[in-house]
């Protein structure tokens, strides 16, 4: 290692030497390096295997020393980032940039029409009510007021059939813990029903707006300590009666993993109960209200995911049951045995990633090579129409109703902002309903390439590579490349407002479709989870390196940025592949994968990862865990950890802990060049809800750091 550390110093060197220039230029205060971190060695034998853990102390955030430990790394970051040269003007664009704001594809309730909309400095998005598809927008309640510093979000939102009454949901601080409330649509007036503990709410509103079904989490002393954040029940709620007793409806006696949602048919005597086991299994369970019959489960068992919705009695299914990417069945009213389902869209080529029935069709929703498709069919399965998309690029939500000719979507790319349209059921046309604004910026100005490159096993892996017209290829571009790979998510092309403050100053942005995520199936998240992860971390390898072959870049102009199952795939880049890289910024991770399942919401992400608790999982955990392969003397990228204190999935304790060890054992720990630095945001989870300051204070410092690290000039 020694040899390959001075022959990454020579390649560096002439980066080294403008970083240094950089550096002179920060102010000489204290302190000069980060905190001296205490050992508190903790040995303990795992599955036969002794682990050594010198910083599990860190592990309890309400700890006096761990307070004051961080309160030291924030002084060190902030000594270090606050003084960068160009600091001012890149906080000044990235105002301008996130002051592009959002917008929500509508949800239906009867006359009314709710929607979010997000403009300027505002620090959260609006819900406005509209009444009547070309009526006046009303803003029914804004977020902003409900906080000075913008720190208590809107989570969700769910309308009654007939619109009278809207439940939302608002949590502080990111924690997502959401409170639900209780507004009338036509007066504003806030209902007196209050729900906590409602977080990621499953709604199924009774037609006549007399009550909902509703899924909620116990509350402290209802289970044994620990068990909290898990434990999601249904239950339903009658206007106007104690939540206290509301009766349950589902859920007890179950594994506390299962995350059941609701939806009602068009009818209201159907109750789809769907039950997400981990991210590859689904039940689906059906209950007849108007019968009065307990829950009835209608799907096999088997290992695959299921989706529904029932109309006029028939049940609609989507699934990769035998069926890696997807495909339809259909089960006529009352008989739902799985021998009896008929399958109506067989999957294709492209992945069927969800569909609903809205005013009496099918409107399904497709992803090929990592870009979104619409297509409308009929009722049996056949092809009406396929539903034009402006660009290659994304659909981000969908909305319709069964009694409604109408269906409402999200669309934008890396180039088009956020564009809600409108399709009508009964002209087939399609009309642009609202749009977000980008004066800012010239979308025409840049271009997007998609390109495939060569994983170690020979898989071949699409990216997509994002940068302004004209670029030259010479091999030394400010390059950052991003990924995730995991959970069956699709990184799809998205318009990033702070990629634009990269790409102005000439940087290429980069992003990956590895193995884990949904972008081809089934077959392509089982590749990238469990026992195949390194597949992921193999990926994101060979893009850099595709990135680097073919002149973009090189390792001395190559970052790469990654969060929460994205933030374990940085650090596994910086353990794996320290020479890769120049720098990386690892948000919100998960890096200590032996004992990541012991906090906060992570037990649910077992049936993905594995846990140490199994011994042959543990191998393969143990294998990769970024925490545990530190080696002392490296010389690795300057990093930048970022974490949050009130984060409820990923715990902070994983930031903390790599952060010291990396500072006590890399070879550049105390560098002033190449720092290993922890960022902790104050009064922010993970992610969900983050008011705009707090996101352009965070940008500010990310890329001070990326581009005082790969030499860009503001």
């Given at each position: 290692?020694?040899?390959?550390?001075?022959?990454?110093l020579?390649?560096?060197s002439?980066?080294?030497?403008a970083?240094?220039?950089y550096?002179?230029d920060?102010?000489s205060?204290?302190?000069?390096?980060p905190?001296?971190?205490?050992?508190?060695?903790?040995?303990?034998?795992?599955?036969?295997?002794?682990?050594?853990?010198?910083?599990?102390?860190?592990?309890?955030?309400?700890?006096?020393d761990?307070?004051?430990?961080?309160?030291?790394?924030?002084?060190?970051?902030?000594?270090?980032?606050?003084p960068?040269?160009?600091?001012?003007?890149?906080h000044?664009?990235?105002?301008?940039?996130?002051?592009i704001?959002?917008?929500?594809?509508?949800?239906i309730?009867?006359?009314?029409?709710?929607?979010?909309?997000?403009?300027?400095?505002?620090?959260?998005?609006?819900?406005?009510?509209?009444e009547?598809v070309?009526?006046?927008?009303r803003?029914?309640l804004?977020?902003?007021?409900?906080?000075?510093?913008?720190?208590?979000?809107?989570?969700?939102?769910?309308?009654?059939?007939n619109g009278?009454?809207?439940?939302?949901?608002?949590?502080?601080?990111?924690?997502?813990m959401?409170?639900?409330?209780?507004?009338?649509?036509?007066?504003?007036?806030?209902?007196?029903?209050?729900?906590?503990?409602?977080?990621?709410?499953?709604?199924?509103?009774?037609?006549?707006?007399?009550?909902?079904?509703?899924?909620?989490?116990?509350?402290?002393?209802?289970?044994?300590?620990?068990?909290?954040?898990?434990?999601?029940?249904?239950?339903?709620?009658?206007?106007g009666?104690?939540?206290?007793?509301?009766?349950?409806?589902?859920?007890?006696?179950?594994d506390?993993?299962?995350?059941?949602?609701?939806?009602?048919d068009?009818?209201?005597?159907?109750?789809?109960?769907?039950?997400?086991?981990?991210?590859?299994?689904?039940e689906?369970?059906?209950?007849?209200l108007?019968?009065?019959?307990p829950?009835?489960?209608?799907?096999?068992?088997?290992?695959?995911?299921?989706?529904?919705?029932?109309?006029?009695?028939?049940?609609?299914i989507?699934?990769?049951?035998?069926?890696?990417?997807?495909?339809?069945?259909?089960?006529?009213?009352?008989?739902?045995?799985?021998?009896?389902?008929?399958?109506?869209?067989p999957?294709?080529?492209?992945?069927?990633?969800g569909?609903?029935?809205?005013?009496?069709?099918?409107?399904?929703?497709?992803e090929?090579?990592?870009?979104?498709?619409?297509?409308?069919?009929?009722?049996?399965?056949?092809?009406i129409?396929?539903i034009?998309?402006?660009?290659?690029g994304t659909?981000?939500?969908?909305?319709?109703?069964w009694?409604?000719?109408?269906?409402?979507?999200?669309?934008?790319?890396?180039?088009v902002?956020p564009?809600?349209?409108?399709?009508?059921?009964?002209?087939?046309?399609?009309?642009?309903?609202?749009?977000?604004d980008?004066?800012?910026?010239?979308?025409s100005?840049?271009?997007?390439?998609?390109e495939?490159?060569h994983?170690?096993?020979?898989?071949?892996?699409?990216?997509?590579?994002v940068?302004k017209?004209?670029?030259?290829?010479?091999?030394?571009?400010?390059?950052?490349?991003?990924?995730?790979?995991g959970?069956?998510?699709?990184?799809l092309?998205?318009?990033?407002?702070?990629?634009?403050?990269?790409?102005?100053?000439?940087?290429?942005?980069?992003?990956?479709?590895?193995?884990g995520?949904?972008?081809?199936?089934e077959?392509?998240?089982?590749?990238?989870?469990?026992?195949?992860k390194?597949?992921?971390?193999?990926?994101?390898?060979?893009?850099?390196?595709?990135?680097?072959?073919?002149?973009?870049?090189?390792k001395?102009h190559?970052?790469?940025?990654?969060?929460?199952?994205?933030g374990?795939?940085?650090?596994?880049?910086?353990?794996?592949?320290?020479?890769?890289?120049?720098?990386?910024?690892?948000q919100?991770?998960?890096?200590?994968?032996l004992?990541?399942?012991?906090?906060?919401i992570?037990k649910l992400?077992?049936?993905?990862?594995?846990?140490?608790?199994?011994?042959?999982?543990?191998?393969?955990?143990?294998?990769?865990?970024?925490?545990?392969?530190?080696?002392a003397?490296?010389e690795?990228?300057?990093?930048?950890?970022?974490?949050?204190?009130?984060?409820?999935?990923?715990d902070?304790?994983h930031?903390?802990?790599?952060?010291?060890?990396?500072q006590?054992?890399?070879?550049?720990?105390?560098s002033?060049?190449?720092?290993?630095?922890?960022?902790?945001?104050?009064?922010?989870?993970?992610?969900?809800g983050?008011?705009v300051?707090?996101?352009?204070?965070?940008?500010?410092?990310?890329?001070?750091?990326?581009?005082?690290?790969?030499?860009?000039?503001?």
């Open positions: 290692m020694g040899v390959g550390v001075r022959l990454i020579i390649v560096f002439l980066m080294v030497f970083a240094v220039v550096a002179s920060v102010k205060s204290s302190p000069t390096g905190p001296k971190t205490e050992k508190r060695p903790l040995e303990e034998t795992v599955q036969g295997v002794k682990i050594l853990d010198n910083y599990r102390w860190l592990e309890d955030g309400n700890s006096p761990t307070q004051k430990w961080v309160a030291e790394e924030m002084a060190y970051t902030q000594s270090v980032l606050d960068l040269p160009g600091r001012e003007a890149i000044k664009r990235l105002t301008e940039l996130l002051s704001g959002s917008i929500s594809q509508p949800e309730g009867g006359k009314y029409y709710f929607y979010t909309r997000r403009e300027g400095m505002q620090n959260q998005p609006v819900l406005y009510v509209r009547g070309e009526g006046k927008d803003v029914l804004d977020p902003n007021q409900l906080a000075a510093d913008g720190t208590i979000a809107l989570d969700w939102y769910h309308a009654s059939e009278k009454y809207l439940a939302y949901g608002t949590s502080p601080s990111g924690s997502e959401s409170t639900l409330h209780i507004l009338e649509t036509k007066t504003g007036k806030a209902l007196p029903d209050t729900i906590e503990r409602t977080r990621a709410c499953s709604i199924a509103w009774m037609h006549d707006g007399s009550g909902f079904y509703y899924t909620r989490y116990p509350t402290k002393g209802d289970v044994p300590e620990g068990q909290e954040m898990y434990n999601r029940h249904v239950f339903y709620h009658e206007l009666t104690d939540p206290a007793t509301d009766a349950p409806i589902f859920g007890e006696g179950r506390p993993e299962d995350w059941p949602s609701v939806s009602l068009n009818d209201g005597r159907l109750l789809l109960i769907s039950v997400s086991q981990g991210w590859t299994k689904t689906l369970f059906l209950m007849d108007k019968a009065g019959t829950p009835t489960r209608i799907t096999t068992g088997k290992n695959f995911l299921y989706s529904g919705s029932v109309y006029n009695g028939r049940l609609y989507v699934t990769n049951e035998d069926a890696p990417r997807y495909r339809m069945f259909m089960a006529e009213a009352g008989n739902y045995e799985r021998d009896d389902w008929q399958e109506i869209i999957q294709t080529e492209a992945v069927l990633q569909a609903a029935v809205w005013g009496g069709k099918i409107f399904a929703q497709y090929q090579n990592a870009s979104s498709q619409l297509r409308l069919f009929d009722l049996e399965g056949k092809v129409s396929d034009h998309l402006p660009a290659l659909v981000f939500g969908s909305e319709g109703k009694n409604h000719d109408e269906i409402f979507y999200g669309f934008l790319s890396f180039t902002p564009t809600v349209y409108r399709y009508d059921l009964k002209t087939g046309s399609t009309s642009l309903w609202a749009k977000v980008a004066p800012s910026i010239d979308p100005a840049y271009e997007v390439q998609q495939w490159y994983s170690k096993d020979g898989t071949k892996v699409p990216m997509f590579v940068y017209k004209g670029l030259k290829k010479d091999g030394r571009n400010p390059t950052l490349l991003t990924g995730y790979g959970f069956n998510i699709s990184m092309p998205s318009f990033s407002r702070a990629a634009y403050l990269w790409m102005e100053h000439g940087g290429i942005y980069a992003v990956a479709n590895l193995r995520g949904a972008e081809f199936g077959d392509w998240h089982r590749a990238g989870m469990l026992d195949k390194q597949n992921v971390f193999d990926d994101m390898i060979a893009g850099a390196e595709h990135l680097i072959a073919e002149k973009y870049t090189d001395d190559l970052a790469i940025q990654g969060g929460s199952n994205g374990l795939l940085m650090g596994a880049m910086i353990t794996q592949r320290p020479d890769l890289f120049r720098a990386v910024v690892c919100v991770p998960l890096l200590d994968m004992r990541y399942q012991n906090f906060q992570a992400w077992i049936p993905e990862y594995g846990s140490s608790d199994n011994a042959e999982q543990f191998k393969w955990l143990y294998a990769y865990s970024p925490y545990h392969h530190v080696k003397g490296t690795y990228p300057a990093v930048l950890f970022m974490t949050a204190d009130t984060d409820t999935r990923v902070p304790m930031a903390k802990k790599m952060a010291a060890l990396m006590d054992e890399a070879e550049n720990g105390k002033k060049t190449r720092p290993i630095l922890l960022r902790i945001e104050a009064k922010a989870g993970h992610g969900a983050k008011p300051t707090k996101q352009i204070e965070e940008f500010t410092d990310v890329y001070s750091f990326l581009f005082w690290q790969l030499g860009v000039k503001e």
